[in-house]
């Protein structure tokens, strides 16, 4: 099994926002906190020194989804094909029905629910409809700056290194996410 994942430049993020407004409108997702990919603006420092950077926050495909194990209904899968983590929304019980046991679980926060009543819950699935296609992201094909990139981890790490640390990004060795990063340092 191949396991698909993401790649970020964190030094060539200008933080426009682009791929998070992408992914809204690919997916159809209505207006409200609901955003499968997020943008984060890390502000350090003080004049005559800050520092600024971004960082994206989705999901990362993990190859030991806490998500997946937090879930009672087993609504949450990872496709054998490519490790892709999909959520079943007819098997989802509900963010009130099992208190977004999912969403507690991951320390990205991406299993999220929209304001509806009893909401399930909806996260990035890495656009794999795409994937099938031969396509990217639209996340990645979105991204001015190209600071993104989605592929088989083994073809990201062999392009861009190994790199799983970035500023603002907590890395877990227990679920290892699906991500490598080049990092803005600190100037």
Known sequence: ????????????????????????????????????????????????????????????????????????????????RDGVVIVDHEKCLGREECGALCHKACPWKAPQFNSHENAKMQKCDLCFERLEQGLKPICVEACPMFALDAGPMEELEEKYGKNTHAKGFNHSKKLWPSIVFKSRLES
Request: glycine share 4%; net charge negative; aromatic share 14%.
């Open 1 to 80: 099994m191949a396991q698909y994942g993401f790649y970020f430049d964190q030094s060539r993020c200008t933080g426009c926002f682009t791929c998070q407004v992408a992914c809204k409108d690919w997916h159809d997702i209505e207006a409200g906190q609901v955003n499968w990919m997020k943008v984060i603006e890390i502000e350090e420092g003080q004049f005559p020194h800050p520092f600024l950077a971004y960082l994206t926050n989705t999901c990362y495909h993990c190859a030991r989804p806490a998500c997946m194990n937090a879930c009672p209904a087993n609504a949450i899968s990872k496709r054998e």
